[in-house]
């Protein structure tokens, strides 16, 4: 294995983006903008063109995905025109096991949720923070999810037609964006 996708919501999406990157061809997603083989190219190449399409395509272009190259000696950059969106990393290096052994350990070293005032308890998990390490920006994620959801707070307007906004500022310094 030289490469993961990860970030799905649940199993069902996982298994339907593999599904769809093995059958590109039966995929109602793909059928009609799929990409033809190049007579030279690999298949592995032609899998890594049929990915960058996917994480173009909607409904994945909107989902937090992760790509992971696990041997960067096979790491290729993707399609030129078909680059991911900005708000899914690419990442470099061998999959690291979830460290945290016990979740319910620390959850009173947290404090309040920085929206609605209310401490983190074992039942409502780990909190969401700030991607630039405010010290307020701590929430619960259904706390986040109600913000993010307010059109004034949205920063680019096109994006409110969305269930669930692609990005929002953070609630407490204003400065990063929420990806």
Same mark, same amino acid.
């Given at each position: ?14 298994? $339907?983006?593999?599904? #769809? =990157?093995?059958?590109?061809? @039966?995929? $109602?997603?793909? /059928?009609? %903008?799929?990409?033809?083989? /190049? %007579? ?8 890594? $063109? ?18 992971? =190259?696990? /041997? ?9 025109? @078909? ?5 899914? +990393? ?28 209310? +401490?983190?308890?074992?039942? !409502? ?6 991607? !630039? %390490?405010?010290?307020?920006? /701590? =929430? ?14 949205? +920063?680019?307007? !096109? ?7 692609? !990005? #929002?500022?953070?609630? #407490?310094?204003?400065? #990063?964006?929420?990806?």
């Amino acid at each position: 294995m030289v490469l993961i996708v990860y970030g799905f919501p649940n199993a069902i999406s996982a298994l $339907r983006f593999e599904w #769809a =990157w093995q059958n590109p061809n @039966l995929s $109602r997603r793909l /059928k009609d %903008s799929l990409p033809v083989r /190049k %007579s030279r190219e690999t298949s592995f190449d032609y899998r890594l $063109r049929v990915l960058a399409l996917m994480l173009c395509t909607g409904p994945w272009n909107r989902l937090g995905l992760t790509i992971q =190259w696990i /041997k960067q000696s096979c790491a290729r950059n993707l399609s030129e025109n @078909l680059v991911p969106p900005l708000h899914m +990393p690419i990442a470099f290096g061998p999959i690291e096991p979830n460290c945290l052994e016990n979740p319910g350990t620390n959850i009173a070293s947290f404090g309040l949720c920085q929206i609605c005032h209310i +401490p983190f308890s074992v039942d !409502s998990s780990v909190p969401l923070t700030c991607p !630039s %390490s405010c010290p307020l920006g /701590k =929430w619960h994620l259904l706390c986040l999810a109600n913000y993010m959801t307010q059109a004034d707070i949205v +920063p680019d307007r !096109s994006e409110i037609s969305y269930l669930i906004p692609l !990005s #929002a500022l953070c609630p #407490a310094c204003f400065n #990063a964006e929420l990806l």
